[in-house]
């Protein structure tokens, strides 16, 4: 019965997948290998982020660009405001246009001087994200998806100001918000029934980080906004120099989340892959997502 249950739930499961430009060729072999594997689970799309302060400008344009030539996904791009002219950024944004991109993830970015430091919008540029969102809408026919930070944003005084920022970026023209990851979801359901209270509609798709590296994940989470539990740490605890069951307790934990928020009611879940597909791939086979003709 529940075998059966779960391929029912899977045929209305939408997911989706997020990489980022790697530095050096061999990561750039891995992650069109990963791209392969994961694309027969039929993603709704593969997003690319663009790296802090614009600086993979280039690397991001051209993968999403090789995707719409070279596979059947849909990409979607990342793209932020910081450091660049609104002219620079537009540019960008027809570029997308040019090459048959047609969705993009708006984002205000980090301040060039560091997450901590307090964020000046550049000179002629987007000022945040809703202004960058606009910007977007006027371009072109772009599907525009933006941010959404359940526990809320570090430089949130309150969950007031965040709502607010989201409700901007949705009056602009935005129609799906990605979250930060996080691993309580009654955080994530929390911060869903206070949008929701507010009036904001659109689909708050749970962003879902299966830890490769729990100490690396740590350290970046800190400076994200996203708590890391204690039992969590607890999971993981002796397991640094054990890669093999670190990667098995890592899927057990994230089918473990993604489960439970299957049944609250969720059925679209974003992944960010970090460029590696098995453990996106293995969560997806758990849900009961099969690649294509199998
Ligand atoms: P916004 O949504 O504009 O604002 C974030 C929060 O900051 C708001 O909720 C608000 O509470 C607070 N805030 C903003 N302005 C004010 C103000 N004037 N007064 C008071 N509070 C304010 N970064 C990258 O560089 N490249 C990427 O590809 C990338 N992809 C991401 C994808 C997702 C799904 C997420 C969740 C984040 C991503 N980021 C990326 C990180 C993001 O750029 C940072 O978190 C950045 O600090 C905020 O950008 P935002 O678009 O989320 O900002």
Not at 114 to 124: A, D, K, L
Not at 221 to 230: E, F, L, W, Y
Request: aromatic fraction near 8%; charge should be negative.
């Amino acid at each position: 019965e529940r075998s059966g249950r779960r391929s029912q739930d899977a045929d209305k499961l939408k997911i989706s997948f997020e990489f980022f430009p790697p530095k050096s060729e061999k990561m750039e072999e891995n992650l069109w290998a990963s791209v392969e594997r994961l694309a027969p689970l039929s993603p709704s799309f593969i997003s690319v982020t663009y790296g802090a302060g614009g600086s993979t400008r280039e690397r991001t344009h051209d993968i999403v660009a090789r995707m719409v030539e070279e596979t059947k996904v849909k990409p979607a791009a990342h793209l932020t405001c910081v450091g660049a002219t609104k002219q620079e950024v537009n540019d960008v944004i027809r570029s997308y246009a040019d090459c048959g991109v047609n969705h993009i993830v708006a984002l205000r970015g980090d301040p060039v001087d560091g997450v901590g430091s307090r964020y000046e919008p550049h000179t002629g540029g987007y000022v945040n994200a809703a202004d960058l969102v606009s910007g977007i809408r006027e371009i072109g026919d772009f599907e525009v998806t933006v941010s959404a930070y359940p526990e809320k944003h570090p430089e949130s005084p309150d969950f007031a100001m965040d709502i607010e920022m989201l409700r901007q970026k949705v009056d602009a023209g935005a129609t799906r918000a990605i979250t930060q990851f996080f691993f309580d979801n009654d955080l994530y359901e929390a911060y869903v029934e206070r949008v929701r209270r507010a009036g904001i509609f659109i689909p708050i798709v749970p962003g879902i980080l299966p830890i490769h590296n729990f100490k690396q994940m740590a350290n970046f989470a800190s400076r994200t906004g996203a708590s890391v539990p204690q039992w969590l740490a607890n999971r993981f605890e002796g397991l640094d120099d054990d890669p093999e069951t670190h990667r098995l307790v890592a899927a057990a934990i994230a089918a473990e989340q993604v489960q439970d928020l299957l049944e609250r009611g969720i059925d679209d879940f974003h992944f960010y892959t970090m460029n590696r597909a098995n453990l996106s791939y293995a969560i997806c086979h758990l849900l009961g997502l099969r690649p294509d003709g199998a």
